[in-house]
């Protein structure tokens, strides 16, 4: 079967590989049906993470079930399924508790690669969710979305306590960020400010909700949200970047009392303790738990109540995923979709 293979920063080659089979007893194959390329897969593509071999890539994906183990109970070949990033039990006090990307159990569904024919999911009861349903091609795109991005958004907005009366900053426009203001306003913020310098992002933005737009990064972005509270600065702010410049903006845009959600995988960052204590803002982040939100998800998108796959403006079949990455690097493309 084809795969996406990492072989060194800037080097993506699509190559043959064998195809999963079934491990462990609670594991499904499923056929992929469409899977993407993450704003988190250009931190090796770009050489901020080393690459000490030759790499599987892809953590995003929906698809149908092909093979099941004997330990699945709630799963059937045939069923179409989307799931998130990380592969988990959903019975552990981790997952029971809604933080199923640190399940005990938890496998990174990265190390597995998504960007191919075929994938073995662990955990199958726990991590897959079926879609009912015959999704339109709308639809599929927006379920796409949903294994990560929308995810990831969603739980940004929650963390960062999003909700009505609130008024929301976004820093980041990539994929996340764009998806976070879509969260916001569904969660009912007031006011979504997104903070974006590129046209194309910021018609997205405003399309998925976003009241204003500042084009301001670093202290002057931090001034103008300032100007737009009444000094008061953001209720709520996510950070859906991961570099020391994005999370000091988030932390110094954000009130007293406000809430930070940080999700940009943190690269560099470094909290001064003196600065944070002072702040007096609440920080939650970390790997989204998009399980916990799934179900949700998959029910506003088959109802046509949002449109997250919007998000995407590149299509590609997966033999040019080098090209995807190409033009993700090249910030020519927000989110590509990759067809099998
Ligand atoms: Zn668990």
Redesign the pocket.
């Known amino acids: 079967m084809r795969a996406v293979i990492m072989h060194a920063p800037g080097d993506v080659r699509v190559e043959d590989v064998e195809r999963p089979t079934i491990v462990e007893p609670t594991d499904a194959v499923i056929r992929v049906t469409a899977a993407c390329i993450c704003g988190s897969d250009l931190w090796p593509y770009r050489g901020a993470e080393p690459l000490s071999r030759p790499t599987r890539m892809g953590h995003e994906y929906i698809g149908v079930v092909d093979q099941v183990g004997a330990g699945v109970r709630d799963l059937q070949v045939g069923d179409f399924v989307v799931g998130s990033f990380v592969a988990?039990?959903?019975?552990?006090e981790?997952?029971r508790a809604g933080y199923?990307s640190r399940?005990?159990?938890q496998v990174m569904m990265g190390s597995v690669g998504t960007q191919a024919d075929y994938a073995r999911i662990p955990l199958a009861d726990?991590t897959l969710v079926k879609v009912t349903g015959d999704p339109t091609a709308a639809q599929t795109r927006s379920l796409l979305a949903a294994s990560d991005v929308l995810g990831t958004g969603w739980f940004a907005a929650v963390a960062a306590e999003a909700g009505p009366g609130k008024t929301v900053a976004v820093v980041g426009d990539g994929a996340v960020g764009l998806l976070g203001i879509l969260a916001a306003r569904r969660l009912g913020a007031e006011r979504v400010i997104a903070m974006s310098r590129h046209a194309n992002r910021q018609a997205l933005a405003r399309r998925f909700g976003a009241t204003d737009v500042i084009e301001e990064r670093g202290d002057p972005g931090v001034e103008r949200i300032k100007e737009l509270t009444n000094g008061y600065g953001a209720h709520s702010t996510i950070e859906a970047v991961g570099t020391q410049e994005a999370m000091l903006q988030a932390v110094h845009a954000t009130r007293p009392g406000g809430h930070v959600g940080f999700v940009g995988v943190s690269h560099g960052v470094e909290l001064d303790g003196l600065e944070l204590f002072f702040s007096s803002v609440h920080l939650h982040g970390g790997p989204a738990p998009v399980r916990r939100f799934l179900p949700e998800l998959v029910e506003l998108i088959m109802t046509d109540q949002i449109d997250p796959g919007a998000v995407f403006d590149l299509e590609l079949p997966i033999e040019d995923a080098a090209e995807g990455y190409r033009a993700m690097d090249e910030r020519r493309a927000t989110k590509v979709l990759l067809t099998l």
């Open positions: 988990s039990d959903n019975t552990c981790i997952c199923q399940c005990v159990h726990g």
